[in-house]
């Protein structure tokens, strides 16, 4: 069964802190994308990777195919970076995504 | 910057009753999706469409689900008679070619059924 895991579930975390949330998945993928939930629940899509490295802002994203892993990170976290952050992926065929559970992170002032 | 727009942002229903959601996907893209979130769970495919007929479906995709782009800009998703697990968030979303830069996902509508 084609399976997407992220950790931590929950992750608290002070103003200025550097955070880092870990997605795995079990085959082959074409991408790999980092989405970001809102309380109000739209989802905002913020990074889609398929090799190396991505990065806008304080965000950073890494993929290594090799070993099915992919981690996003935070620099100088800030309150307003309060979400949950989903990693979801495009399997090598077709173009559905399949979602992980979501990390719910805090940042507090 | 182009986004999807889904209609209404929430809506209740009673519990056997029709409901159509509708959303406008960016106006160059080709590829559209309906996606689902119940409360508390993660996001989970339903449906994609392509060149106007379903691409791909999700074993939730029954026969009480269908979607259709009635008019060249809309793209609606119909439940034909609600039932209480119906409740959840509805996602629309849109791609260019095989989603090989990425998705926009409209803001989403919430649907109660009672």
């Known amino acids: 069964k084609n399976e997407v895991e992220q950790s931590p579930q929950n992750l608290t975390a002070q103003e200025g802190e550097f955070i880092t949330i870990n997605c795995s998945y079990s085959v082959g993928i074409s991408a790999l994308h980092w989405l970001q939930q809102h309380p109000g629940g739209g989802i905002v899509s913020l990074f889609m990777?398929?090799?190396g490295k991505k990065k806008h802002g304080r965000l950073i994203a890494t993929i290594n195919i090799q070993e099915k892993h992919s981690s996003l990170h935070i620099t100088a976290s800030h309150p307003r970076d309060s979400a949950v952050y989903i990693c979801?992926?495009?399997?090598?065929?077709?173009?559905?995504?399949?979602f992980g559970e979501g990390t719910q992170l805090t940042v507090n002032p | 910057e182009p986004e999807v727009t889904q209609t209404p942002s929430h809506q209740v229903t009673q519990m056997g009753q029709e409901v159509i959601l509708r959303c406008v996907p960016i106006s160059n893209h080709l590829y559209f999706y309906w996606y689902r979130q119940i409360l508390g769970q993660k996001v989970e495919f339903l449906v994609s469409?392509?060149?106007?007929?379903?691409?791909?479906k999700s074993e939730i995709f029954d026969d009480q689900f269908s979607v259709e782009r009635p008019d060249g800009s809309n793209f609606t998703l119909k439940i034909r008679s609600t039932k209480l697990e119906d409740s959840a968030m509805y996602f629309c979303?849109?791609?260019?070619?095989?989603?090989?830069?990425?998705?926009?996902f409209g803001s989403g509508t919430r649907l109660t059924v009672v």
């Open positions: 469409f392509y060149n106007n007929e379903i691409s791909e």
């Open positions: 990777l398929s090799s």
């Open positions: 979801a992926v495009q399997w090598t065929s077709g173009s559905r995504l399949t």
């Open positions: 979303a849109s791609s260019e070619w095989q989603a090989l830069y990425g998705y926009t």
